[in-house]
């Protein structure tokens, strides 16, 4: 159901959804950003619809919500193993198209690809999305590029201007918070409210149609892979990287006692393929960024039948050495057209 | 909903000590499990290792744990009258099938005995179901040969060329690396062959390269590829290459497959 | 008729007596070495109409104009007026220059505006600085920097303020990448370690300069909302026994570090020597003689530290003695 209400009522809708959700959504962090006196855009549980960070992309995507940085999988003593509690309430998640995009490709590594992830599943089961609509494209995004510029499957959209709310309930859960509302104070005016949606970025990638084993040899891997630092920024902030590592750690005052987490891991970072004993593959930072690359867009199609990026340009953003996938999707692209 | 990361406690029945770094450690293990799959070994505190199956019993999975890390440090420190917390089978293994009625050739060094020895046993217990059975199984020096019990049977039924890469002067047995056994294997139909490649990265290349080199179709050769596992279900990352994912699709490959494999 | 110039007024009021007779230079503040392009054009005009058509761009961040007349001063006091209010300088009255040129124009690295290392805007706190100790016709240098790296050379002033932040860890966001780890051991003084894969900071090593902050590639190391400043005193340059300034405080708050630089004024107008030329001498060795623990008494009234404040109660300074 479309509706178009005060901002008043919104909050009253948002307060009746808190009681049943963890409410999770992109707000600005003040002075946590890298450098002295910046802020940064990143996921945490709000209170009310001003604490949502409309405007800006958020610099770290929703995944953490519904895949920890450090999940303990469970605590052990000599012997035994104790698995820690799920959440406690559902949870809501205010997302952008290209990032509810990415939800599916979380879903298809932890859902499906061998295994169901218990502790994925038992959060993902749980939540819903609330789509937040891009009027504009952000700078970097390439969703248009990507098709996940549009988005239909989410649970409700929610759009703020000046003098009124506008949202579109789709599941009938939320709906009931926005009767429960409704019956207490005044109307709640139907409308038909669609989502904003961006048809043009202003980057535009095309994805190179016939990469191969042969493309491991391209000079470009080396030449990015000469400037990359190794930081793993790129992946933390991707909405679709999945891989973590495991840890398992001892309590100082008593290490009989610890836990086994898993703990986000970057395929950029030293240490990733290292096995015991230390014989490692890929120790090249140039075959680092071939992996990564080729990982979202060759690789991971060529194995669940689409690509894994979905464009929201994240990556780009952040790295410190200004290396732009974007770009070096297009030179893929270019000289493959080109030869 | 199973949760597939909670192991399970195993109490060690037995430990083979074929070397001082590599022991073969005998635990309690109902269920099915074939060679060349693998299980998580963990100890808490110390994490998780994969570690492949290299024996089957009643009730019992064997794993040879060769000393490099952490885990298998604390593992070899510990063990003694204990229990280890272990989950799997993970991965493919070796089909038996794939290399009935065939010459088969298992070529392995040093812990790649581990995957393939199952295989290797069960053509030595069933010299019938072969048409030939020709094991090459290469070790740094004397001291770290594994299996040596089992060996004195192959020896026995099946034919065993077991090397080693250096020997103290006055050694009897063949010196040398896998390698240079192969040019001179003899077959009777080079198409009815089947290989079985296992262990370092770098021996599996070079072996591979003299398999071809004798005419066999690359699809009778298989290898079985060791990676970094954190999860073995497909969903930490670490092994994949490519859009393979070793822990799911693998760890053995036929070399069709297993030579698009590029890290 | 010769020249009739009253030279001490003429330094005080920011004019300098050149080597050639009749000739000077007029010195400009630029606190924070931070200024809007426009004072260039003013500066520019001065030069070229009352000047010899160059400026010296000085190493305490103004400009200095050079090959003035004497008698233009009181003209280009005039012209001085609008880069005196644009840049905010204390005045005693409009159009007649400068009030004062003992306490030094106070410097500062660019700082936070643009350099990812500084962990504070420090053309600000230059200027509140300024407009808290000037004018004052006692010898005073102050320096500011954004970071430990120490750019501005704080550390050679009698009062240096090097910007700290006090790392913030949330360990639910540590990756156990060791960014933070590595880049404190290769740029800093190797205060991280790594321990159950989350990090352990050693309180006692870090100086607060922020690297891991900028290393963490997942915000699990941010800064503290709080700017702390570490401020060093008594450093110089000089004849007879240049030295670097020694930490006085740690983890110090801009208002107790302002106010110790104010109690400070008192100090040295107390036990200045009676003997200094221009009562011009460098505040260290007015402490030299009178004592650190007479200092400190002066320094610290009505000073009250953060908590996490750490003073250092002894301070031995170094340098190169040519006097000894």
Redesign the interface.
């Known amino acids: 159901m479309g509706y178009q209400l005060s901002k008043t009522k919104a909050d009253g809708i948002f307060h009746q959804w808190a009681k049943k959700y963890d409410i999770f959504a992109p707000m600005l962090m003040e002075g946590e950003g890298c450098f002295s006196d910046t802020d940064i855009v990143r996921y945490g549980k709000v209170e009310k619809l001003d604490d949502i960070e409309w405007n800006k992309k958020s610099d770290y995507s929703f995944k953490e919500v519904l895949l920890a940085i450090n999940e303990t999988?469970?605590y052990?003593t000599?012997?035994q193993?104790t698995?820690p509690k799920g959440p406690e309430k559902d949870i809501l998640i205010f997302l952008r198209s290209c990032d509810l995009h990415a939800v599916k490709r979380l879903d298809e590594?932890?859902l499906k690809?061998?295994?169901?992830?218990?502790?994925y599943?038992?959060v993902r089961e749980r939540a819903k999305f609330i789509l937040m609509g891009c009027e504009n494209t952000c700078q970097s995004g390439f969703c248009v590029s990507m098709g996940t510029n549009k988005s239909d499957n989410y649970d409700a959209y929610i759009k703020v201007t000046e003098d009124a709310v506008y949202m579109d309930v789709k599941c009938s859960e939320l709906n009931e918070g926005v009767c429960a509302e409704a019956m207490t104070t005044e109307e709640i005016k139907v409308a038909d409210v669609a989502p904003d949606y961006v048809t043009e970025n202003i980057e535009k990638v095309t994805l190179p149609k016939n990469l191969s084993?042969a493309s491991?040899t391209k000079e470009i891997w080396q030449e990015y892979g000469a400037r990359c630092i190794k930081c793993g920024r790129c992946n933390f902030v991707c909405p679709t990287c999945?891989?973590?590592?495991?840890?398992?750690?001892?309590y100082k005052d008593n290490?009989k006692v610890?836990e086994?987490r898993?703990v986000w891991?970057s395929?950029q970072i030293d240490g990733?393929?290292?096995?015991?004993?230390?014989?490692?593959?890929?120790k090249s930072q140039g075959?680092r960024m071939r992996?990564k690359v080729?990982?979202k867009i060759?690789?991971?199609e060529?194995?669940f039948g689409y690509p894994m990026c979905v464009g929201c340009g994240r990556c780009d953003d952040v790295c410190p050495e200004y290396i732009s996938y974007s770009n070096c999707v297009n030179r893929l692209a270019k000289e493959e057209s080109e030869s | 909903?199973?949760?597939?990361?909670?192991?399970q406690?195993s109490t060690i029945k037995e430990v083979i000590k074929h070397t001082d770094l590599e022991y073969t450690f005998r635990m309690t293990f109902d269920g099915e499990a074939k060679p060349g799959q693998f299980f998580e070994v963990?100890i808490?505190?110390?994490?998780?290792?994969p570690i492949s199956v290299s024996g089957i019993g009643e009730g019992t999975v064997d794993f040879t744990i060769?000393r490099?890390?952490?885990?298998?440090n604390e593992i070899f420190e510990n063990y003694v009258g204990d229990?280890f917390?272990i989950r799997g089978p993970y991965g493919n293994g070796f089909e038996i099938d794939n290399y009935k009625g065939k010459e088969l050739v298992v070529v392995a060094g040093g812990t790649g005995l581990s995957p393939v020895r199952g295989v290797v046993d069960y053509f030595a217990h069933h010299t019938g179901e072969a048409v030939s059975t020709t094991v090459i199984a290469g070790f740094k020096s004397p001291k770290d040969v594994l299996f040596k019990d089992d060996f004195k049977f192959w020896n026995e039924t099946i034919n065993v060329i077991q090397t080693v890469d250096s020997a103290p002067e006055g050694y009897e047995g063949p010196v040398g690396m896998v390698t240079k056994y192969i040019p001179d294997l003899k077959f009777e139909n080079i198409e009815n062959t089947a290989f079985i490649c296992v262990g370092?990265?770098v021996m599996i290349k070079f072996t591979v390269m003299e398999i071809l080199k004798l005419g066999v179709p690359e699809k009778n050769i298989w290898v079985s590829n060791?990676?970094?596992m954190?999860?073995g279900?497909?969903?930490?990352?670490?092994c994949?290459i490519?859009?393979t994912?070793i822990?799911?699709d693998g760890p053995v490959f036929n070399y069709v497959d297993g030579k698009?494999l590029?890290? | 008729m010769g020249l009739d110039i009253n030279t001490k007024k003429l330094k005080k009021n920011a004019f300098r007596v050149s080597k050639k007779r009749g000739i000077g230079a007029s010195r400009i503040r630029v606190p924070g070495g931070y200024l809007n392009a426009e004072v260039l054009g003013m500066v520019q005009e001065i030069a070229q109409t009352y000047g010899n058509g160059y400026v010296h761009l000085t190493t305490r961040q103004g400009f200095e104009i050079e090959g003035i007349r004497f008698e233009d001063m009181d003209e280009i006091n005039e012209k001085l007026q609008p880069i005196i209010e644009m840049l905010d300088i204390n005045q005693d009255e409009a159009g007649k220059g400068y009030p004062a040129s003992g306490t030094r124009n106070i410097s500062a690295c660019i700082g936070n505006n643009v350099c990812p290392f500084a962990n504070y805007n420090t053309a600000e706190l230059a200027k509140r600085i300024e407009k808290e100790v000037f004018p004052h016709d006692l010898h005073f240098k102050i320096a500011l920097t954004g970071c430990s790296n120490d750019c501005a050379k704080a550390r050679m002033h009698d009062f240096g303020i090097i910007g700290q932040t006090m790392p913030q860890y949330d360990p639910s966001r540590c990756v156990n990448c060791q960014a933070c780890v590595k880049g404190c051991k290769s740029l800093s003084v190797d205060a991280l370690r790594v321990e159950n894969y989350k990090i352990v900071r050693d309180t006692e090593k870090c100086i607060g300069c922020g690297v891991c902050v900028t290393k963490c590639p997942t915000r699990a190391l941010t800064r503290s909302k709080k700017k702390y400043y570490k401020l060093t005193i008594m450093g110089r340059t000089g004849k007879r026994n240049p030295r670097l300034g020694e930490d006085f405080l740690v983890w110090a708050d801009a208002d107790n570090i302002i106010k110790i630089i104010k109690n400070t004024y008192a100090f040295v107008d107390k036990y200045i020597s009676p003997d200094a030329p221009a009562r011009k001498e460098h505040i260290g060795y007015i402490i030299d003689r009178v004592g650190f623990e007479e200092y400190k008494k002066w320094a610290l009234e009505g000073v009250e530290l953060m908590p996490e404040t750490i003073m250092k109660n002894n301070i031995y300074w170094g340098g190169i003695h040519f006097d000894r």
């Open positions: 999988l469970f052990f000599e012997d193993t698995v590594i932890y690809n061998g295994f169901e992830d218990f502790y599943a038992r084993n491991f999945t891989c973590f590592t495991m840890q398992d750690i001892f290490e610890g086994r898993r891991a395929c990733y393929t290292e096995m015991a004993g230390g014989h490692g593959f890929r075959d992996f080729m990982h060759y690789d991971y060529k194995r | 909903m199973t949760n597939h990361y909670i192991p406690l963990s808490p505190k110390y994490g998780e290792a060769r490099v890390g952490k885990v298998t229990k917390f370092p990265p060791e990676r970094k954190c999860c279900l497909g969903k930490c990352g670490h994949k490519g859009s994912y822990c799911l698009e590029i890290d």
